[in-house]
């Protein structure tokens, strides 16, 4: 069964900085992964996904993430944050083998971006 | 484009009561949809996930007969919580998918029995 860990429940950074916010998964195929962003009392927004191809995946808001078969991770970042990324960060898993659809989502890590 | 809706926004219903939540897909169709729950400060939970014209499939620990989740058409799915009970109250998303394409979620829904 695919599982995703995100071992940071909280990001601190000030605005300007760089940020990461880190992501590991387990599937046994090849894995579909994304990134979501979630303010407060809303919906999940998608940000990213990887596939297949390029490992380094560009997205909404000037986000980016390298995909790493080796260390099996999925890093979120972005070269100079903004206050305004202040939300909760999921990173989440599909495992295409089988055909099934399934998400299977990590805990969440909250950012929060210092003025 | 990709846009999904939720109504309500917020519902409090008392305990006993039944109360329908309803996701839409306002701009495409959705071949698939899927129901989340979200307790505070974790993670999404996939409660099932949803077929148009066909039965849900529920995950493992999901009481079918009180969730009841009918995909009636390309664009619309709805939630219903059978018996609620004050354990239920929690922020229920849904999400949509195009053929061959990624889940687009909805804004949620926060429901409250007292």
């Known amino acids: 069964a695919q599982s995703v860990a995100q071992p940071e429940d909280q990001v601190n950074v000030a605005e300007g900085n760089p940020l990461t916010v880190k992501c590991t998964y387990s599937v046994s195929g090849n894995p579909y992964l994304f990134w979501y962003v979630q303010y407060p009392n809303r919906g999940l927004q998608f940000l990213l996904k990887?596939?297949?191809?390029?490992?380094l995946v560009k997205g909404s808001y000037g986000f980016e993430a390298e995909f790493n078969k080796s260390q099996t991770s999925f890093h979120l970042k972005k070269p100079s944050a903004l206050v305004s990324d202040s939300a909760l960060y999921f990173c989440a898993v599909r495992d295409p083998q089988g055909g099934s659809e399934k998400l299977v989502f990590g805990k969440g890590t909250k950012l929060t971006v210092n003025p | 484009g990709a846009v999904v809706s939720q109504h309500p926004s917020r519902v409090i219903c008392k305990s006993g009561t039944s109360v329908k939540i309803e996701c839409r897909s306002l701009d495409f169709q959705a071949t698939t949809m899927f129901w989340y729950r979200q307790f505070p400060k974790q993670s999404l939970m996939l409660m099932a996930t949803s077929n148009e014209g066909s039965k849900a499939t529920y995950e493992q620990g999901v009481e079918k007969d009180k969730f009841l989740i009918n995909h009636a058409s390309l664009t619309l799915s709805t939630l219903t919580v059978t018996s609620a009970h004050p354990e239920d109250s929690s922020f229920y998303i849904c999400?949509?998918?195009?053929?061959?394409?990624?889940?687009?979620f909805g804004p949620g829904t926060r429901l409250t029995v007292t």
């Open positions: 999400s949509a998918r195009r053929v061959a394409g990624e889940q687009y």
């Open positions: 990887y596939i297949t191809g390029d490992n």
